[in-house]
């Protein structure tokens, strides 16, 4: 099953499990991957930012690929294939499609600046992994500091017809999406996926401005689901109530460098994963932190009741 530009719905970024030690926690992948599949997710996404992928070795990489893409079974795998060279990355890529991966994902690296340099960099990339594989643009400045503007992603679409898919992070970045919709209307740009991530902040009016659902990690995804689910069903009242309830989770757990932290430290309370240990070096809470969180999931837990019993 390979990725293409309908794809829709929630693809939910799947942190590592580890355990204690660092080593790699297959169980948890295991019952993560099922977790996703029973709250509706569409696909999911491995390797990520919020994978810690910097800190696995290319061995690893590819054996957790293998395992979720496994334990996925005929939901989509999206595997983040992003590194410093291209023969790691189409290594990865050609390695995971072949275990059946639906596509990859590639972030531009930090020392582009100029969109020829952005464009001509997707073109290279393409060229080294193949163009039979399906491929994910990810656009999050806030983390790679490359800025694409709407004519960039509009070029690089173009000339790429294996991309297929926006995993679009920037903000404010509501005009962008409507500013993509509007060629593809108009039929200047074909059409492509648009999932967003920024641990779903501006899901409730990103769906609205036309984005096909969410791919993120936020540590309660399911909620995700509902509000990508109740806006395509022209709920928006009910979406927008079921978001603002968690808006105040939401944004604590976008904290940067400590948000990984905080979103494997509920997940691990959901019992989604067994352990919320990171892999070192790593950004711990402290018991003040993790106190803030044990309030915020107690408010929640009043309007909804996935946060029951948690605290």
Not at 29 to 56: C, H, N, Q, W
Not at 118 to 125: D, K, V
Not at 171 to 177: D, Q
Request: aromatic residues 8%; glycine residues 10%; contains cysteine.
């Amino acid at each position: 099953m390979k990725l293409d530009h309908t794809a829709k719905g929630v693809y939910p970024i799947a942190p590592t499990p580890f355990h204690a030690d660092g080593s790699i926690d297959y169980a948890s992948i295991d019952g993560m991957t099922e977790f996703y599949r029973k709250i509706g997710s569409t696909g999911m996404t491995v390797l990520g930012v919020m994978g810690e992928a910097p800190k696995l070795d290319g061995a690893e990489a590819l054996e957790i690929a293998r395992r979720f893409i496994k334990a996925a079974g005929d939901l989509p795998v999206i595997v983040g294939v992003s590194a410093p060279g291209f023969a790691a990355m189409t290594s990865l890529a050609r390695a995971s499609m072949d275990a059946g991966a639906a596509g990859v994902m590639i972030a531009p690296p930090n020392t582009l600046r100029t969109d020829d340099q952005i464009t001509g960099y997707y073109r290279q990339a393409v060229e080294a992994i193949g163009t039979d594989i399906p491929w994910v643009i990810q656009d999050y400045p806030l983390n790679f500091t490359v800025v694409m503007t709407p004519g960039v992603i509009k070029r690089i679409v173009t000339e790429n017809p294996s991309c297929v898919m926006l995993k679009h992070e920037d903000w404010p970045g509501l005009e962008k999406i409507s500013a993509l919709r509007a060629w593809e209307a108009d039929g200047s740009m074909r059409p492509i996926s648009i999932l967003c991530g920024n641990g779903g902040l501006f899901l409730d009016f990103e769906t609205e401005r036309g984005a096909s659902g969410a791919m993120t990690g936020y540590a309660f995804p399911d909620m995700l689901v509902d509000v990508v689910q109740l806006t395509a069903k022209g709920k928006r009242e009910e979406a927008h109530d079921i978001f603002d309830a968690h808006l105040p989770l939401l944004r604590y757990e976008q904290q940067p460098a400590v948000g990984l932290a905080i979103r494997k430290y509920v997940m691990a309370k959901r019992g989604i994963i067994a352990s919320d240990v990171q892999r070192k070096p790593a950004v711990g809470m402290s018991a003040k932190a993790k106190a803030e969180v044990d309030f915020l999931l107690g408010r929640l837990a009043k309007k909804d009741k996935r946060a029951a019993g948690l605290v």
